[in-house]
T-cell receptor
Framework: SQTIHQWPATLVQPVGSPLSLECTVE??????LYWYRQAAGRGLQLLFY??????ISSEVPQNLSASRPQDRQFILSSKKLLLSDSGFYLC?????????????FGDGTRLSIL | AQSVTQLDSQVPVFEEAPVELRCNYS??????LFWYVQYPNQGLQLLLK??????LVKGINGFEAEFNKSQTSFHLRKPSVHISDTAEYFC????????????FGRGTSLIVHP
């Protein structure tokens, strides 16, 4: 069966520090991968998605970036965090192909910027 | 482009009472519809999905939803809720033959009181 791992579960970082969140998927090949942010009391905001190694599409311009160095690895990064980067970050995957495939989510990373 | 409206941001209900969480979508083409549940500090989990066929879809944890094409709705129901159903519920839609990236509603917080 497929599993998705996301870490760390919680992170407290000072303003201006770098960020690296990692997500890996097991048990499937060539998944579509996604990063979402969920601010307190709000819905999901799609940040990045990827259909293959090295292929990243950005939905929202910001100081975050994403990379996919391996087929089942998706990394969210920042060189300098802002207070507004606080939130709950979720990684998700779906099978490639038609739009009837549901998404499968990791347990999220709670990021607090001080 | 498609859109999703979850009409209620919060739904309080007493334990063992029935509940309906409303979801309406906007699309000029055929759609696929999903409901997800998010427990506190966790990722989203697929509850059920409508792809085609019977308009009444049964999911996990005793939930069901009915696709109504004429009213462009996909309301989620449960005949008797438990305290453990307290969570955030998200409706999502993707277009048949369109982008594999779904559009999510803003979520409905179901609060079950004893």
């Amino acid at each position: 069966s497929q599993t998705i791992h996301q870490w760390p579960a919680t992170l407290v970082q000072p303003v201006g520090s770098p960020l690296s969140l990692e997500c890996t998927v097991e048990g499937t090949s060539n998944p579509n991968l996604y990063w979402y942010r969920q601010a307190a009391g709000r819905g999901l905001q799609l940040l990045f998605y990827s259909v293959g190694i090295g292929q990243i599409s950005s939905e929202v311009p910001q100081n975050l970036s994403a990379s996919r160095p391996q087929d089942r690895q998706f990394i969210l990064s920042s060189k300098k965090l802002l207070l507004s980067d606080s939130g709950f970050y979720l990684c998700a995957w779906s099978k490639p192909g038609p739009s009837n495939q549901p998404q499968h989510f990791g347990d999220g990373t709670r990021l607090s910027i001080l | 482009a498609q859109s999703v409206t979850q009409l209620d941001s919060q739904v309080p209900v007493f334990e063992e009472a029935p509940v309906e969480l409303r979801c309406n979508y906007s699309s000029s083409v055929s759609v696929y519809l999903f409901w997800y549940v998010q427990y506190p500090n966790q990722g989203l989990q697929l509850l059920l999905k409508y792809l085609s066929g019977s308009t009444l879809v049964k999911g996990i944890n005793g939930f069901e939803a009915e696709f109504n094409k004429s009213q462009t709705s996909f309301h989620l129901r449960k005949p008797s809720v438990h305290i453990s159903d307290t969570a955030e519920y998200f409706c999502a839609v993707s277009l048949s033959g369109g982008s594999y990236i779904p559009t999510f509603g803003r979520g409905t917080s179901l609060i079950v009181h004893p």
